[in-house]
């Protein structure tokens, strides 16, 4: 008996459709946002003419006052970084599926619901509370890292060979002992380059949060912007991309060797 042949579909129709639809979106988003072509076409041109505004920069207001305030920002990013790292490595152990697979999908939920949440807005509840400075900032940070962290954590833990796990319980190991000796040894590598990863982001965001009285370099960038003192904007930002600049190079150098040992 021969079998029936039935038609297919042209492989392609689905492609198009989802180009028309894609391109529409995009031409829908320009327009809402008021991107004409006439306002396209002469964007390279008023960018060329802004930022001949801010050169040359005010080296010494650079150094007396940009200075200090990136290198908060810094201690502002590590310090969250801190409380992110201290505070996700044990909800990634509760949200890994094969540790914990009945409470998992809560962690997991707890964790997406504190990264819905930016770090500014963190701010701007934190500063009534603990008040205005650096360390409103800190707190902003670390608790926006943690909905990343443990996530992120959660994921390399489940990836894991489970077999030492296992073995352990089967040697009358507790639960909590063949975490601490069978999976913490695994991930942590990986987990740390995670951490650094994180203090990058975190360098970057610091950065801003002194716009809403949280520390930092963004609140004397912004007061330099306001007044039109484009020779200091300049110096606080050089020095800013400076320092994320390095700061990057290192992390990533670490984070190489953590991953690869």
């Known amino acids: 008996m021969n079998a029936v042949v039935r038609p ?23 327009w809402s946002i008021d991107a004409s072509p006439e306002r396209l076409l002469k964007l390279p041109e008023q960018m060329v003419r802004v930022l001949g505004f801010f050169w040359p920069a005010d080296w010494g207001y650079g150094q007396t006052r940009a200075l200090p305030a990136v290198l908060e920002s810094i201690q502002i990013a590590w310090i969250g970084t801190l409380i992110g790292a201290a505070l996700s490595i044990s909800l990634a152990v509760l ?21 819905s949440v ?22 902003a940070i670390g608790i926006h890292s943690v909905g990343m962290l443990s996530k992120l954590g959660a994921e390399v833990i489940e990836s894991i060979d489970m077999g030492t ?3 352990v319980e089967a040697a009358g190991g507790s639960r909590l002992q063949a975490i601490r000796f069978a999976v913490l040894p695994q991930v942590l590598p990986e987990i740390m380059a995670q951490w650094l990863f994180r203090f990058e982001l975190n360098l970057r965001a610091s950065a801003i949060l002194g716009v809403v009285g ?9 007061t330099a912007l306001r007044y039109r003192q484009f020779d200091k904007a ?9 320092a994320v600049l390095l ?3 290192a992390s990533s150098a670490i984070r190489r060797r953590l991953v690869n040992s």
């Open 95 to 115: 949200g890994a599926r094969t540790l914990f697979p009945r409470i998992s999908r809560l962690v997991k939920f707890i964790s997406s619901a504190i990264r």
């Open 118 to 139: 930016p770090e500014i807005l963190l701010a701007l509840y934190l500063v009534p509370i603990v008040g205005l400075g650096p360390f409103a900032g800190a707190l």
């Open 8 to 30: 297919q579909a042209p492989k392609g129709g689905l492609a198009t459709w989802a180009t028309l639809v894609i391109a529409g979106l995009v031409l829908w988003s320009l």
């Open 234 to 242: 300049a110096a606080v930002l050089l020095i800013t991309i400076l």
């Open 214 to 222: 949280a520390g930092g370099v963004g609140g004397m960038l912004l």
């Open 247 to 249: 700061i990057d190079m």
């Open 165 to 167: 796990f296992e073995a």
